[in-house]
């Protein structure tokens, strides 16, 4: 198949490319890289069944493709915060260039939609039928109210004109090829404890996530867009759950840091606790996570590491 990755020089896009080139298609990269990189994908480029088109998703494009994966959005609140105006553009334009092409060429196409999508839940944890609990006016809003409207395109136009769509709600995902500056939690902790900084703590770090690597993410997606019997939505994502704490101190041992945690105020709206149900995933996609925190960890701080020296 010929398959569009919209985002796909960033962080999950380059993982994603690589694994479609290797399952024997061929990838169009749809990329503005605004927080992805050519670094990322810099290996691909000899491959003649792979293509770097340097585009922004808020301007229409046309191509000749059976699949189309919408990645394109920053991800982290620093990048997604900077300018919040192109967020939401990004996120509402992108998936209406996305499905407009889609219904023309007559592809199926995907949707990385985001636990964002619950807010600050007040049900644990999370279920794909729960509507979540979203601030519409606040500085995470660009972000989640982009993603909410997005979800909403894309069953509207599946509704209205029969385009095929597959929705993933992705939970808190780390690993290789995160950008050290990028502000996630995995990454900043990482860093610090590498340069022997402060570990900064935001709030009283009782927060949870659940915290997901990339190749299990990447397998889920390519099972959800090849499978018939669910459009999803559908929770993507590890299931164990850790506070902020218990993620520094992993980090600590792991790295062999003598860094200290610092407590910073908790930016505005920061989400309690998250961790998905991913009975749906199991049970349509028979899919879940393999990698433990702890192994996780180990490959993405041997990645910072080199990094950090070269
Ligand atoms: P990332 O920032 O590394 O990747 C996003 C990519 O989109 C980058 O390459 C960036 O340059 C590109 N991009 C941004 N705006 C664009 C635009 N207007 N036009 C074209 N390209 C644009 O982040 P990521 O972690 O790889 O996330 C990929 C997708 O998955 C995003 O849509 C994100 O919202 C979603 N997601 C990620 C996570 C996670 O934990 N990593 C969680 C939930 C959802
Ligand atoms: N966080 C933190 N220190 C940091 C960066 C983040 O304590 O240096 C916290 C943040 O407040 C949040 C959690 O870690 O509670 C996850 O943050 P991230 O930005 O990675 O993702 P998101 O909030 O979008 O889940």
């Known amino acids: 198949m010929r398959v569009l990755v919209t985002g796909g020089a960033g962080f999950l896009g380059s993982h ?19 927080t992805g990189r050519k670094a990322n994908i810099v290996h691909l480029l000899s491959n003649p069944y792979f293509e770097f088109v340097r585009h922004d998703v808020i301007d229409p494009f046309k191509f000749e493709v059976d ?87 894309f069953f ?49 770090g009782s927060q949870t996530r659940s915290f997901c690597f990339f190749s299990d993410l990447i397998e889920g997606f390519v099972r959800l867009m090849n499978q018939d019997e669910t459009t999803g939505p559908v929770n993507l994502g590890n299931p164990g759950e850790f506070t902020m704490i218990e993620l520094a101190e992993a980090v600590l041992r792991l790295v062999g840091s003598r860094s200290k945690l610092v407590y910073l105020d908790l930016p505005a709206d920061d989400p309690k606790q998250r961790q998905p149900d991913i009975s749906i995933a199991k049970g349509a996609l028979g899919w879940e996570p393999k990698v433990s925190l702890e192994e996780g960890l180990k490959e993405t701080i041997a990645y910072f590491r080199n990094g950090l020296q070269g």
Not at 20 to 25: A, E, I, N, Q, S
């Open 16 to 34: 994603l490319c690589e694994r479609l080139l290797g399952d024997g298609h061929e990838v169009i990269c749809l990329d503005n890289l605004f």
């Open 67 to 153: 699949q189309i994966y919408n990645l394109a959005c920053p991800a982290s609140p620093r990048h997604y915060q900077y300018n919040a105006i192109k967020t939401i553009k990004t996120s509402v334009m992108g998936a209406i260039n996305c499905l407009g092409l889609a219904k023309r060429v007559r592809a199926r196409v995907f949707q990385a939609s985001t636990s964002e999508i619950y807010g600050d839940p007040d049900q644990h944890p999370q279920q794909e039928s729960y509507w979540g609990n979203v601030n519409p006016i606040g500085i995470r809003s660009c972000y989640d109210e982009g993603k909410r409207c997005a979800e909403t395109l």
């Open 156 to 204: 509207d136009y599946h509704r209205q004109n029969g385009v095929d769509i597959r929705i993933a709600r992705i939970f808190n995902t780390y690993g290789p090829r995160m950008l050290a500056s990028d502000g996630r939690v995995v990454s900043n902790f990482i860093v610090q404890a590498l340069r022997g900084e402060d570990i900064t703590i935001y709030g009283d």
